[in-house]
Structure formats: structure tokens, C-alpha cells
């Protein structure tokens, strides 16, 4: 057979070359340069030859930076090996440098690849394996077939090799694919299937590199947009809502979840960025305007836009919307008296805490006592000072944290005292919290923990609407609002005696809970995008947004201490990041139920008798903290990417750490 007589040909010319140095003109050329380069570099031909492998660790972060290589070719590994199964061949993928990254085969010729070092993390370039398939498509960039004694060693003779190069769109070398079987079995279409096979991989390469590039792209849009301090909506041309940012829906009185898809008349009335058929008008321009929303009327000056298809047809419009009433509301901030929050500065989409601003809004309007009741950290003075702002900017608003003041002092601060009340009184008297506040709120911050015979007197002074300082006889009249706070049930505080009945009914007249932020698991995200561009730009930082998995691990907690804690906890990750970004270590390792399965469970020291009344907690010493954490995670994986990932952070900041700590092996 002509087969046999070409297989005998290279073979003699092999011979010739190895034993005579002599050159033949049956070999291709690539062949013959590479034998040449093969000699010169002192490479044994009749050696048995077991190319080197790459160490454990290295050949891991070679799998992590080919991962998308990897999951890209391994299907198109499967189907050629299906081609040639039971055939004696072998499909392997190697990085640009000739390492095998991944090897399929069948399971009759594991034993024979072994021999020959054809493993994971075995070195097929030439330099190590001499003349082969994968490491003449290295060096040349093109596909080529090596046929039995074509090999430069004469261990791989019986072999034939197929190996097709892996190209980005700007043709650098992302791998190589190469198919690996008996020299018999040498047939063209064997090196045309791999070859088809490496530019599908190509093409699926260049897609998701684009769609990688794409998905950059509009979430740098989103964030910048979302970032704006006008709102922006955009339609398509029948009018449907197809983006919007958080300011653009609260300008609507609106979510941009329940936005989204619905038609921009559903939301808005009267004149707005549509015709009055819902369709987007031939022109657009900046005017003011009138919108009419579900619950009021905005004064906006809205800036309209037409989007265009290549051929020139309408695709919808973009509108940016400026809230003309909440200009005027900042430029009154300088009126206001001891307040800076306004509804406007509470954050969040959640129906919990929307429901609890709807009430607040209504409660404004009003002049009734109302009872703020929430968990500690909830923001129950923000929207104390929102209420006051509504209608009341000018007017001063005056907070008193009933839990911090001493019993025996919190009477003269609220209602004040005369000249000569009591020994260390100011000899000309001094004015106390209520009457401060005529004419605005006096805010009762931890109501609950208010002395039971403070309570009497409050309650007189709510009932008549007068005081009497500490050491006088003269009825003050107040004209007050009150708004009280507490982190407390005063409904079970009333049935436990501590608490003041008659009190409780004269407080509670409008009641607004406040959600945990556990309730509020929506809210995560938005609130860690403020908190994030707040802190950032305080401290001059420039910090990535946030990853889905970080923001998962925040939704994961409870956040006993909710708003509060949260704000503390992105603060503490912004100053403690050596990067621009905040790994997912950063966030997990302050919150304590998440590293229960990593702490040691110790049981607490008793607490000195001294500390027994203090509710505060003890420091904690949080590079120990890292320090164990670390410890337990490494004890826990050998695999150093197993452990990084574990604890939510990169590989190359856990050997910072290890060096950092002296952890090193």
C-alpha cells in the first residue's frame, strides 16, 4: 500500500538524518527545520522521552486563567472524540505554552498515555516534546499534521498528530487543539475536523468576548445613570418603559421594578414626553411641564430626546426629568432648624418601607402626636426630621434622647428651671427642650426608656398643652408637635408596669413602624450603591461597584443592627481595601453568622460585675479575627484556590494575607 511505502520513506529519511546528518527531500520543510532545531538544542531522538509536567499549583492557576477557554472547547472536545471513539485516540487542549489544560480519551490507551506523560499538566511544546503536532501549530500559527517517524523522537513514531492553532480576533494564541491517534489512522479530514473545530472555538471566543465587553458596557451605563441626580426614562415608540433610573421613579412616585414594561401613560397623566395617542411625537424639546402622577402633581422641566433606528425611522426617546418643587425644597435647606434629612433622602423600593413613608406623608400633613416604633439603626430620626420638614423647615426641631440623660436631671432639661431651683442651677434659670421647640417638634428619641415619673409629667404636659419650669409657678403655654421614637413594644412595656398606660394611648395616636433591614432585602443593593458613592467620595477613594456575589452575602444577614450597622459595615470595607475593589472577605468577615462555621466557638468570659449594667459590647480585635479565620480555612482545604474561595476573595490577596501573617508554607 502507498500508506506503508510513505511510512517507510519518512522512516529511512529519519534514519539517514539521526545517524548521517543527512538532509532528504522527502520530508516537508516545517519538519526538517524543526529536526534541526531539535539537534542543535542537544535533544536525544532515541530516548525515551517523558515530557516534564508543570507543579500542582502552577498548572491550577493556569486552569483559572484558561477557565473560558476551558468551557468553551470541551464540548467540541466531547463530539470529535465521539468521532473516533474506540479508535485508539486522544483529544487534548493546551495553553499558548504547550501545557495540556485538558486531555479526553479512550480508556483503552490510558495506560500507553501515561507512558508517555500524556497527562494534565504535561509540556508538549518543542522545546520539550521535540518535533510534535501541538508544538509546531505553537510556533507557525497554522494547522499541521505530524505522521509517525515525522515525531523527532522515536518513542511517538507510531503516533499520527493533528493540531489546528486556537486564534483571538486579533490573532493571538489563545491555545491549541490537537487529536492524537495510531500513524495507520493518518487521514486528512482527521486534521480538517480539528481545524473546524478550533474556529467554531474562535468564533464562540470572539462572541462572548463581546458580550463580555457589551455587559461592561451597560453596567458602567446603569451605574451612571442611576448616579444622575435628574431623573431618566426612556420608551420605546409605542411608549413602553423600557428603562428608568431610581431618581426618575421617585420623581413618578414609582419603583423602577414595578416600571418596567408598562406603559408610560399608566404611570403619568396630562402632558407628557408622548402625544396624546401614546406614541412619541415627530419633535421634542426642553419646557416645563406639568405631570400628573397617581398621587400628586409635579412642577418638572423635562428634556426630551427622539432615538433613532440607521434608517432614520423612530425606536422610541429618553427624557431627563428635573423636579423643579425639590429645587426649590434644596434651596430652602439653609431655612431649615437642626434638620437636614427630607423624605427624599430615605432610600429604598421596598413595599414595607414604602408603606411607612406613604404613612409618614400623611402623618406630616397633620399636627398629631405620633410614635415612631422600630429596631435600633432603623433611621427613626430621619423620618422624624422628614415629617418635620414637610411643613415645617422653618421652625426648630429639637431631638432629646430620653435613655441619655440622667433621671434625676431629664425634668429641668425638658421643661427647664428658675433662678436658684436647686444647688448648681444657673443663676439666671435656663429654658428647657419644649419650650425651644414652640412653634416646631420636640423629637422624644427612646421614649421607652423614659423615668415613670418623668412619664406623669409629660403626660400632663401633652394632655394641657402647658409646662411649668423646675422651681416656678408660671404655666407656660407650648405650642408643639411631638413625634417619640422607640426601639421598645410599649404595648408589652404598658403590661410589664413599665410603662405608662394613659402615656402609651396619648402617644400612639399615629403609629408608623419602621422595617428592619431584614425585611428589606430589596433595598440591599440600593442602599449599598449610595453608601458606597457617599463613603467613597468622602474619603477620595475610587471603588468598583459592588459584585453580585458580595451584594448576595449582604441579603444572606440579618443586620441586627440594620441601616446602621450596614452603612458601618461598607465603610469599614472601603478603608480597609489595599484595592479598588471590595472582595467578598471584606464584608463576610464583619458579620458574624456567616463566619460562625469558621470561628472557633468559644464560650464568652464572664463579664467583671463592674460591666453587668452596660449594654456595650466588647472591642473586637478583628485582625485576630482575619487572622483565625484564615487559619481555619486553610486547615480546612489543602487547595489554595479552594481556600480563597471560600472565604470570598482572590487568590493572590490570600497569599498577601499568608505573608502578611507568616502562613506561608
Known amino acids: 500500500m502507498k500508506m506503508s511505502a510513505d511510512f517507510d520513506l519518512i522512516k529511512r529519511t529519519w534514519e539517514d538524518f539521526v545517524f548521517s546528518g543527512n538532509i532528504g527531500t522527502h520530508v516537508r520543510k516545517p519538519i526538517i527545520d524543526s529536526w534541526l532545531r531539535c539537534q542543535k538544542a542537544g535533544l536525544d531522538p532515541r530516548a525515551l522521552n517523558r515530557t516534564p509536567t508543570v507543579s500542582e499549583e502552577n498548572f491550577r492557576k493556569r486552569l483559572e486563567q484558561n477557565q473560558i477557554l476551558l468551557d468553551v472547547s470541551i464540548p467540541f472536545m466531547v463530539e470529535l472524540q465521539e468521532f473516533v471513539n474506540k479508535s485508539g485516540f486522544s483529544t487534548t487542549l493546551t495553553d499558548p505554552n504547550g501545557v495540556i489544560l485538558e486531555l479526553i480519551c479512550d480508556q483503552a490507551i490510558l495506560k500507553e498515555a501515561f507512558t508517555k506523560n500524556l497527562v494534565r ?39 499520527t498528530c493533528s493540531a489546528a492553532p486556537i486564534l483571538d480576533a486579533n490573532g493571538k494564541l489563545l491555545g491549541v487543539m490537537d487529536m492524537a491517534g495510531p500513524k495507520e489512522m493518518a487521514y486528512p479530514h482527521t486534521l480538517g475536523m480539528v481545524v473546524a473545530a ?11 468576548e463581546s458580550h463580555r465587553q457589551v455587559d461592561l458596557t451597560n453596567h458602567y451605563l446603569s451605574t ?22 431610581s431618581q426618575g421613579a421617585k420623581i413618578l412616585k414609582t419603583t423602577t421594578f414595578e416600571s418596567y414594561g408598562k406603559n408610560i401613560l399608566e404611570i403619568m397623566d396630562g402632558e407628557t414626553i408622548l402625544d396624546h395617542n401614546g406614541n412619541v411625537p415627530p419633535s421634542l424639546e426642553e419646557k416645563d411641564k406639568h405631570i400628573i402622577t397617581k398621587s400628586k402633581k409635579i412642577n418638572c422641566l423635562i428634556n426630551s430626546k427622539l432615538i433613532l433606528h440607521d434608517n432614520g425611522t423612530i425606536a422610541g426617546a429618553v427624557a431627563t426629568l428635573k423636579d423643579l418643587d425639590k429645587t426649590i425644597q434644596v434651596s430652602d435647606k439653609a431655612k431649615r432648624k437642626g434638620t437636614r434629612f427630607t423624605f427624599d433622602d430615605i432610600i429604598g423600593e421596598s ?42 423647615s422653618d421652625q426648630p426641631f429639637i431631638a432629646i434622647n430620653c435613655a441619655g440623660i440622667p433621671e434625676s ?3 429641668s432639661v425638658l421643661f427647664g428651671y428658675e433662678e436658684g431651683s436647686f444647688t448648681g442651677a444657673s443663676k439666671h434659670g435656663k429654658i428647657g427642650k419644649f419650650e425651644l421647640a414652640r412653634g416646631g417638634t420636640i423629637f422624644l428619641d427612646e421614649i421607652g426608656e423614659m423615668p415613670i415619673n418623668t412619664q406623669t409629667i409629660l403626660l400632663r404636659v401633652l394632655q394641657e398643652r402647658y409646662i411649668q419650669r423646675i422651681g416656678g409657678d408660671k404655666d407656660i403655654p407650648i405650642d408643639v408637635r411631638v413625634i417619640a421614637a422607640t426601639n421598645k413594644n410599649l404595648a408589652e412595656e404598658v403590661k410589664k408596669g413599665r410603662f405608662r398606660q394613659d402615656l402609651y394611648y396619648r402617644l400612639n395616636v399615629l403609629q408608623i413602624n419602621i422595617p428592619p433591614l431584614r425585611k428589606r432585602k430589596k433595598d440591599i443593593p440600593i442602599l449599598a450603591e449610595f453608601f458606597l458613592n457617599d463613603i467613597t467620595q468622602a474619603c477620595g477613594k475610587y471603588i468598583e461597584p459592588l459584585h453580585p456575589s458580595t451584594i448576595a452575602i449582604m441579603q444572606e444577614y440579618e443586620w441586627p443592627g440594620n441601616v446602621r450597622q450596614f452603612k458601618n459595615a461598607i465603610e469599614q470595607a472601603v478603608n480597609f481595601t489595599e484595592t479598588n475593589r471590595i472582595d467578598n472577605y471584606f464584608i463576610s468577615s464583619y458579620l458574624p453568622n456567616l463566619n460562625a462555621e469558621l470561628t472557633p466557638k468559644e464560650e464568652p468570659p464572664p463579664l467583671p460585675k463592674i460591666m453587668e449594667t452596660k449594654t456595650e459590647q466588647p472591642n473586637v480585635d478583628l485582625k485576630n479575627m482575619e487572622l483565625t479565620t484564615i487559619k481555619k480555612a486553610l486547615a480546612l482545604f489543602s487547595e489554595r484556590k479552594k481556600a480563597a474561595e471560600y472565604l470570598g476573595i482572590s487568590r493572590s490577596t490570600l497569599y498577601r494575607k499568608m505573608k502578611q501573617y507568616h502562613l506561608e508554607d
Not at 198 to 208: F, N, Y
Not at 224 to 245: H, L, P, Y
Request: aromatic residues 6%; glycine residues 10%; hydrophobic residues 45%.
Open 224 to 245: 451612571v445613570i442611576d448616579s444622575m441626580t435628574d431623573g431618566v426614562v426612556a420608551v420605546d415608540v409605542k411608549g413602553k418603559i423600557i428603562g428608568i433610573n
Open 121 to 159: 499538566g504535561s509540556i508538549w511544546n518543542e522545546h520539550m516534546a521535540g518535533t510534535n503536532a501541538t508544538g509546531l501549530a505553537i510556533d507557525l500559527l497554522q494547522p499541521i499534521q505530524v505522521i509517525g517517524a515525522e515525531h523527532y523522537y522515536e518513542c511517538y513514531h507510531e503516533l
Open 409 to 411: 436631671l431629664i425634668e
Open 198 to 208: 478550533t474556529k467554531a472555538i474562535s468564533r464562540q471566543l470572539c462572541i462572548a
Open 351 to 392: 413595599s414595607d418601607l414604602l408603606r411607612s413613608l406613604h404613612l409618614s406623608q400623611i402623618a406630616a400633613k397633620g399636627s398629631a402626636t405620633v410614635l415612631l416604633e422600630g429596631e435600633s439603626g432603623t433611621g427613626k430620626e430621619m423620618f422624624a426630621q422628614a415629617i418635620h420638614n414637610a411643613y415645617q
